[in-house]
């Protein structure tokens, strides 16, 4: 089941959620204003504390037809959900706070929605190379690889709402959750890897692995929502790439993250469906809020 998107003329909103991002974020602002309208900018902020704010309505007084700026504190998944809230376009696209989009990529994007629901850019590693050059641990669904992730990823906003958005229970691999809901659901994922985003990496050795065991937590989390998904793994192609110290280091570090979910997830599995998105949203296209 697929949908296309209402063609090139249609109003994406860029969605990013930040929490202290002030050495990145004029950045990241000034590379999604020279993106192909037309477009807005919806900006969540997680209650920063190191100027991002400031930053952000200072660029929101510039550019008040095409940012706005709003605060909801909470995980990922609250943030980009508290975005489509407020969105005003018929098609999402998110993007991270410690990242920079190409001149072309929201063109690209768009492309990718004409004859998909979903489309998903190639996210080229920034910083510590040895870092950047681990490949990600695919999981496959329906012959879709549903583990690109949301910082350069597009939905169309009918679809999102329909899916009931992020669920904002996970820790991580929320991203995950909603691509896989999306193949359940019948929709292919269209991979543009002319869509680039370059993110940056985690600056230190154990920022690094701290991210790598909250991957590995979200990764269990997705096992207690879908059930046992170790099936959907290549594990030949996921041992194969282990190749260096730091590899297997990131693979231990998200297997203890896994660990410690089976050990303490107890009474917080998450057995249930999410609570609906959709309540309290405008209807597609309607306007948000003032920031």
């Known amino acids: 089941m697929e949908s296309s998107a209402h063609g090139s003329s249609s109003l994406v909103s860029i969605v990013i959620t930040v929490r202290n991002e002030a050495p990145h974020i004029r950045e990241l602002l000034d590379s999604l204003l020279a993106q192909e309208p037309p477009f807005e900018i919806v900006l969540v902020d997680a209650h920063s504390r190191d100027g991002t704010r400031v930053i952000a309505e200072e660029y929101a007084r510039r550019h ?4 706005r700026v709003f605060e909801r504190s909470g995980s990922r ?3 980009r959900n508290e975005g489509a809230r407020q969105a005003k376009g018929s098609v999402l696209a998110f993007i991270d706070g410690d990242c920079l989009a190409d001149t072309h990529w929201l063109a690209q994007l ?3 929605l004409v004859d998909s629901a979903v489309a998903a850019g190639r996210t080229v590693a920034v910083g510590r190379s040895a870092y950047g050059n681990l490949e990600r641990v695919e999981l496959y669904q329906g012959g879709n690889d549903v583990t690109y992730p949301s910082c350069n990823l597009a939905y169309q906003r009918s679809l999102f709402l329909g899916l009931g958005g992020f669920d904002a229970r996970f820790i991580t691999a929320e991203d995950i959750d909603l691509n896989l809901r999306a193949v359940q659901a019948g929709h292919r994922i269209h991979f543009i890897p002319e869509a680039v985003v370059y993110h940056r990496m985690r ?6 692995l701290y991210q790598a065991f909250w991957n590995g937590y979200g990764r269990k989390q997705l096992t207690e929502k879908h059930g046992a998904l170790w099936g959907s793994y290549r594990v ?3 041992i194969q790439g282990q190749r260096t110290v730091l ?13 410690t979910r089976v050990l303490t997830g107890g009474g917080r599995r998450l057995d249930g469906p999410a609570p609906p998105l959709t309540a309290g949203l405008p209807a597609e296209g309607s306007s948000g809020g003032a920031s």
């Open 110 to 112: 768009r492309h990718g």
């Open 247 to 259: 590899a297997w280091a990131r693979l231990v570090a998200a297997m203890a993250g896994y660990l």
């Open 203 to 208: 600056p230190t050795l154990v920022r690094f």
């Open 64 to 67: 008040p037809d095409r940012l």
């Open 77 to 79: 998944g609250i943030g």
């Open 236 to 238: 030949r192609r996921l």
